[in-house]
């Protein structure tokens, strides 16, 4: 059984439970919203991930994105960064492989994480077209439902699939004066795939049948941003709003099926423009959940992505965005190493942090760090801050010189010690 379709027969499982444990919030609410659909909890019971809920009057959540590249692969370096990525904090974890072993890979990585785990599985089916066929446009129907099914029997907790590509949508494309036409990889996939063979996406036209294997496994859908803008210049333009509208009806279907769905969107766009798009999102969905990449505001930063990205997904979080999807300093210009998933990690959960207080949640975590930086308490400061690891490190490599307990920075003319002696004074 599914979280929905206990949700709807006023069953309270586990993890409904455990959200509402972990967001302090009233149970029959939580169950309410997963029943509705504007709550996901992303569980497949082969993998048993740690609860996590993803949406309304929620906490922000962040996922980071991992794998091996066909120029880079190294299994052991990819658990690490896993590892890495987890202890930084992030809530969920998705494989995008396309190099090497992906079995093998996945199901390492299954083992690894303890929290959601999700992936895309048209890489693996458009890599092995490749090599059975000699081209990704030859991948057939059965082939991209059998990889699907096959990633749910090992565990993945929640899988893109690109359904808003489709005919309709690619020839909007086509007619759109785009400056970068398509960035998503799997949405690229699905486009070649539609121009080459004259044919319907088979994920959207035979979607019921998807519907039916993701509630087997309790699969939750992500339901995949194939037309996202690549650059700021194509924000928010007619093709991306053309598969929103598609997606908006595949959020109904799944709902009534009692699938888990959310929605992935919206890529690169100036900051004046993320506010409307998520009122659009929502409105169009009936708030699914959204599950976004930054958004970047600005094409002209890259080493800096993950500055970028942290922007946009605080001032998209406060707009009502729930799931952010983070970028590290790598973005756009390399495979990321473990040090580039760590700053990833911790730049999006600033960002979701900023957001959450901006809401009116949490605001006692910044009372409590306040109160101790006030008494200039260190070891009370690490324990509370975003990075503890990173605050310590500068804290240790220059300490004052002279009898203080204020930073390098002031020293003896430390406004917080000044306050104490005169202002303070009893």
């Known amino acids: 059984m599914t979280q929905i379709s206990e949700a709807k027969k006023r069953k309270i499982t586990e993890q409904i439970k455990n959200v509402a444990k972990n967001e302090n919030i009233d149970l029959e609410k939580i169950r309410r919203r997963v029943a509705s659909g504007k709550i996901v909890i992303p569980f497949n019971p ?26 880079h692969c190294d299994v052991k370096e990819e658990i690490e ?30 083992k690894t994480v303890d929290i959601p785990f999700g992936t895309v599985p048209i890489y693996q089916t458009g890599i092995e077209a ?66 080459h063979n004259k044919q319907e996406n088979p994920l959207y036209k035979n979607f019921d049948y998807l519907l039916e294997i993701a509630s087997k496994y309790d699969v939750t859908l992500s339901l995949g941003d194939g037309m996202r803008s690549g650059a700021v210049y194509d924000s928010n333009d007619r093709a991306k709003f053309q598969e929103l509208l598609i997606i908006g009806e595949l959020v109904d279907r ?37 599950f976004v990449l930054g958004p970047l505001v600005t094409d002209v930063a890259p080493g800096y992505d993950h500055f970028v990205g942290g922007i946009g997904g605080a001032v998209a979080g406060l707009a009502g965005a729930d799931f952010l999807c983070y970028l590290t300093p790598a973005e756009h210009l390399a495979l990321p190493d473990k040090d580039d998933v760590r700053e990833g990690v911790v730049a999006a959960r600033i960002a979701a942090h900023a957001a959450d207080l901006a809401r009116g949640i949490d605001r006692d975590m910044d009372f409590n760090f306040s109160k101790a930086r006030e008494d200039l308490n260190w070891e009370e400061m690490f324990d509370l801050c975003i990075d503890s690891k990173k605050a310590r490190e500068y804290r240790e490599k220059r300490l004052p010189l002279e009898d203080t307990s204020a930073c390098s920075m002031c020293g003896k003319l430390c406004a917080i010690e000044m306050v104490k002696k005169y202002l303070r004074k009893r």
């Open 81 to 110: 960064k896993a590892k890495v990525s987890m202890e930084a904090g992030t809530h969920a974890v998705m494989d995008l492989s396309t190099g090497g072993d992906l079995d093998k890979i996945r199901t390492s990585l299954i």
């Open 254 to 290: 799944a709902r009534e099926k009692g699938v888990q769905a959310m929605v992935e969107g919206p890529g690169h766009m100036p900051l004046n423009d993320i506010q409307s798009n998520i009122q659009v999102m929502k409105t169009v969905t009936n708030e699914a959940p959204y």
């Open 46 to 71: 082969i993998h048993s991930p740690k609860s996590l809920g993803i949406g309304k009057g929620l906490r922000v959540k962040v996922n980071a994105n991992i794998g091996t590249s066909r120029e």
């Open 130 to 195: 490749i090599e059975k066929h000699g081209a990704i446009v030859d991948m057939t129907e059965d082939e991209m439902f059998n990889m699907f099914e096959h990633q749910a029997k090992q565990g993945v907790d929640f899988a893109v699939v690109h359904v808003g590509v489709t005919k309709v949508s690619v020839e909007r494309l086509q007619r759109q004066k785009r400056l970068i036409p398509m960035v998503s990889r799997g949405g690229s996939f699905h486009m070649a795939w539609i121009l």
